[in-house]
């Protein structure tokens, strides 16, 4: 969800504008995509790297995540949805952690989209965490080195009951993956489009699944090989 800040600085105003219109946008996509039928929806909120942020802007975008998840809970009940988060989570505000645990526990039985925000997530952090848990395994001898294949390393990230995504929308027009699902974006489709987030909507969404349509999705294969499959 990029662009943010470059919006509020069109509109004169400060960062922090950017990230309260973000929210708009962050409904509307996760209804858009609920609507439509997506089984899952990960939303990269805030990076590990976020953290480097001035302090005034961190500070207001955490008070918006827990404003936003408490506000929008009858959203995500209303359209059957579960929510899931990833990432460093115990480094939240005490606030902001028990926010999100209310509003996963709340929307639990929900059987609809699983919603998932990644929070204080970073790929180099998962894999690094994912690493020293296979590591000290070994050195307990519950697995053999031989034993570690990519299920192994898939079982020990944060998103071990999720499916790799199909698709990932970037906005505001930067080619770069910047520490996202490094693992798990291996055969993904990358949509990259240049509208600032605040300014994403369903219309945006549907552009970039029809985009998605029509890609082919070759895993390695030969264009024959998909065809017969
Ligand atoms: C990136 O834009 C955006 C963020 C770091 C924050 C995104 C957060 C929200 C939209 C708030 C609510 C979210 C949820 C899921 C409850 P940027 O600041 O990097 O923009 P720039 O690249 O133009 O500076």
């Known amino acids: 969800m990029d662009g943010n800040g470059r919006w509020a600085r069109q509109q004169g105003e400060q960062r922090v504008f950017g990230h309260h219109h973000g929210v708009r946008a962050v409904r509307d996509t996760t209804e858009g995509c609920a609507e439509i039928g997506v089984g899952f929806l990960t939303l990269y909120a805030f990076s590990t790297e976020n953290w480097n942020r001035p302090k005034e802007e961190v500070d207001a975008l955490m008070e918006l995540l827990v404003q936003t998840i408490s506000k929008e809970i009858k959203t995500l009940m209303d359209n059957n949805i579960s929510l899931k988060a990833i990432g460093d989570l115990e480094s939240l505000p005490r606030k902001c952690h028990d926010e999100l645990n209310l509003a996963i526990a709340t929307t639990s039985s929900n059987t609809g989209m699983e919603l998932i925000l990644a929070l204080s997530y970073s790929s180099r ?105």
């Open 125 to 229: 952090w998962e894999i690094t965490k994912a690493v020293k848990e296979i590591a000290e395994l070994v050195k307990g001898g519950k697995i053999s080195t031989e034993e570690i294949n990519e299920q192994v390393i898939s079982n020990h990230l944060c998103t071990k009951e999720f499916p790799d995504p199909e698709l990932m929308i970037r906005t505001s027009g930067e080619m770069r993956i910047s520490n996202f699902l490094l693992w798990q974006l291996a055969y993904t489709e990358l949509y990259i489009t240049p509208v600032l987030w605040p300014d994403f909507s369903r219309e945006e969404l549907y552009k970039a699944i029809l985009d998605f349509q029509k890609r082919e999705r070759r895993f390695g294969m030969t264009s024959e090989q998909v065809k017969i499959n």
